[in-house]
């Protein structure tokens, strides 16, 4: 197993009424496991979560996710 911390931004934090974006959420997955299966862990949909950096590097959906990530989810904005 790997360990790897999430930081959520914008409307992804609703499912995680605790959540603390100080501390984001730290996350167990089986070693070789992709960016996608993190989204389904944390029951988030590719349209939701946009973009993925992990150590400030940009990732693909299907990028492996290593033990001590420090991973960042955003998703995309639109105002006016």
């Given at each position: 197993?790997?360990?790897?911390?999430?930081?959520?931004?914008?409307?992804?934090?609703?499912?995680?009424?605790?959540y603390?974006?100080r501390?984001?959420?730290?996350?167990?997955?089986?070693?070789?496991a992709?960016?996608?299966?993190?989204?389904?862990?944390?029951?988030?949909?590719?349209?939701?979560?946009r973009s993925?950096?992990?150590?400030?590097?940009?990732?693909?959906?299907?990028?492996p996710?290593?033990?001590?990530?420090?991973?960042?989810?955003?998703?995309?904005?639109?105002?006016?």
């Amino acid at each position: 197993m790997i360990r790897v911390n999430v930081k959520l931004f914008a409307t992804l934090t609703r499912n995680f009424p605790d959540y603390d974006p100080r501390k984001g959420i730290e996350v167990e997955m089986k070693e070789g496991a992709s960016f996608e299966d993190l989204l389904q862990i944390l029951n988030l949909s590719r349209n939701e979560a946009r973009s993925i950096y992990v150590n400030g590097i940009p990732k693909t959906m299907t990028d492996p996710v290593a033990d001590q990530d420090q991973i960042k989810i955003f998703t995309l904005i639109v105002g006016g």
